[in-house]
């Protein structure tokens, strides 16, 4: 439910971008309201790697800027953070055949060490032929030359990471509508003046106009579609590229650290120990589809498999070795010709004047920089405006979860408190941090919460009750999928569909009609998005 009429600042679509924005600037004073026509991190910043990291690659085309920056960025999230945010050891192993051999490796490691000279985590190593071998067994060893070794940081559930900046924004008087898409960017007589923007309200079908002087579209691969309901036409913004993953079980061979590897056309390409199962990814393809509608395809399923089997023999991955697959589309620059991997990774706070004032739209951007891509918008918003504003205290605030306190003490009083496995409570305390207990609390209105959600996971009924009172999720899909996360398990969630049903039932007081309906809409939004099924 929506509060006032009036804002300082109404931002469009709460992806990591979006949520990033709408923290500094509550915290900053402003009046904030964020609209999003599906769920939070329900697009890109879902869809991604779920590496924090400086970007290695990007060295390749010289953007020391953008790696210095994400590297310090990388070291404020392990801070800020610490419960979603893991330092994550990755091998580059070296073959004869390689584009890169020894000596550009070493040097890239080398530059990477020099921008991150004040981080926490450890530097890079070499390794010999035999130290690799050692360290991956399962590495094909024809013609192995050694490896790097060195380490960068995995954000397990970016969903959990948006929603708790989101949390974080809420706490400070931003207020956040989901199921809500903005239909139009509004202008004042002028027709050069940003005067609001029009939402449909999804659950009663009305639209209504808020009235702003400033707002950022944040639409990610939808830029260029938001741009175009102000009624000007404007240059293109977006040149998506398409990116997609695949996850398997732990397999034979399968690697104790992240490799980052040449895949079989010399693209580099990661598998990475994730969430008790393997993430392989990425491609990198010009996408100009509607972004709604991405998926992986067979070919890039194919290619996966086919790169991940050439790097570790003993795997033997077929196509029924994929649990599931996902896709995202990069929000990057348009450029009208290149190669994708060679455009820019670097973000744009692009302001529309004097086209449309009071317009400002993303471009570009990481997981890694939503941080500092978010102060800087904040920063340009408030010099166009003339807001003299507090400075931006985002770079040392822990976020909601990462608030003191010592997970293994926690762990122990989950236990002893509320009779959890050791299991059940790291699971909790790796996903909800200093919120732990605020979940565990609701045992005490009813025990049974405790029990089993997901066989497949270990979570609990009560995550999902407190996913729907507490945590924004408006329907069983937003619950199983961005806040429990028992949609990104082995079974994609549909273990939990009939225990969901119940606690819907008995504990939300849901009638069974609707409950098993949402049902049907995970499976159907299941089958749509990781392609649980062959399309
Ligand atoms: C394959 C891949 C791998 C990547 N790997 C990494 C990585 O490992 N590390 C890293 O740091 N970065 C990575 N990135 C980059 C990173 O994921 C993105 O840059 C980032 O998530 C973009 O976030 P965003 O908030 O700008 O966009 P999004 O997350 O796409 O959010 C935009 C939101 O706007 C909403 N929206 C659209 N239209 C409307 C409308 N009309 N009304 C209301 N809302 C609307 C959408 O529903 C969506 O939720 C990767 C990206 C891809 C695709």
Redesign the pocket.
């Known amino acids: 439910m929506k509060k006032h009429n009036h804002y300082d600042l109404v931002i ?7 949520a990033g924005i709408a923290r500094d600037a509550a915290l900053r004073g402003l009046k904030v309201l964020v ?4 769920d939070i ?5 879902a ?7 400086g970007g290695l690659r990007y060295l390749e085309h010289k953007e020391l800027g953008l790696v210095r920056e994400s590297l310090r960025e990388r070291e404020n999230l392990l801070r800020t953070a610490s419960h979603l945010v893991h330092p994550l050891p990755l091998m580059i192993p070296i073959y004869a055949s390689n584009r890169r051999g020894p000596t550009i490796v070493r040097m890239g490691m080398l530059a990477y060490d020099l921008l991150s000279y004040d981080k926490s985590l450890p530097r890079h190593r070499m390794l010999s032929r035999q130290q690799a071998a050692q360290k991956a067994a399962g590495l094909d060893q024809k013609q192995l030359k050694g490896a790097a070794q060195y380490y960068d940081a995995q954000v397990t559930f970016p969903e959990r990471l948006t929603l708790e900046i989101l949390l974080c924004a809420r706490e400070n008087g931003a207020e956040i509508l989901t199921h ?3 239909k139009r960017i509004n202008l004042d007589e002028t027709n050069s003046a940003v005067s609001g923007v029009r939402i449909l309200n999804r659950a009663t079908g009305e639209e209504e106009d808020i009235v702003s002087k400033c707002v950022v579209n ?5 830029v260029d ?2 741009l175009t309901t102000s009624g000007h036409t404007l240059p293109r913004q977006i040149g998506g590229t398409r ?3 695949i996850v398997v079980a732990p397999f034979s061979g399968a690697p104790q650290v992240a490799l980052y590897a040449e895949a079989e056309d010399g693209r580099p390409y990661f598998t990475i120990p994730w969430n008790g199962l393997f993430l392989i ?2 491609t990198d393809l010009h996408h100009e589809e509607p972004p709604d509608s991405v998926h992986a395809t067979e070919e890039e399923i194919d290619y996966l498999l086919n790169s991940t089997n050439r790097l570790l023999p003993s795997a033997q991955l077929e196509r029924d070795s994929v649990l599931y697959s996902y ?5 990057l620059p348009y450029v009208p010709a290149g190669q994708p991997g060679t455009i820019t990774r670097r973000h744009i706070v692009h302001d529309h004047s004097p086209q449309i004032t009071g317009l400002w739209s ?1 471009i ?6 939503y941080r500092s891509l978010a102060e800087e918008a904040v920063n340009k918003v408030a010099a166009a405006q003339g807001w003299r504003l507090a400075r931006c205290s985002t770079h040392h605030r822990p976020l909601p979860g990462a608030r003191r306190h010592n997970a293994r003490e926690l762990e122990k009083r989950l236990c002893a408190n509320y009779g959890l496995t050791s299991l059940a409570a790291r699971r909790i305390v790796s996903i909800y941090g200093a919120r732990s207990e605020d979940i565990l609390e609701l045992l005490s209105e009813a025990p049974e919460l405790a029990e089993n959600l997901s066989p497949e996971t270990g979570a609990i009924k009560a995550e999902l009750v407190f996913a729907m009172r507490y945590e924004m999720a408006a329907n069983l899909t937003d619950a199983l999928m961005r806040r429990t996360m028992v949609g990104l398990g082995p079974a994609a969630g549909l273990d939990a569909l009939e225990n969901a049903v119940a606690t819907l039932c008995q504990h939300l007081n849901w009638d069974r009609h609707t409950a098993m309906g949402q049902a049907d809409e995970f499976r159907q939004y299941v089958a749509h998005t990781l392609r649980t099924q062959d399309p």
């Open positions: 469009i679509g709460a992806g990591i971008n979006g609209v999003e026509q599906n991190c329900s697009a890109t910043s869809w991604n790697s779920r590496l924090v990291h809500t898409p903005v944040v639409s990610g691969p939808w579609q938001v990116g997609s993953h990814g990425t896709a995202g589309v990069r929000p993303i570009g951007g990481k997981l890694t920089t």
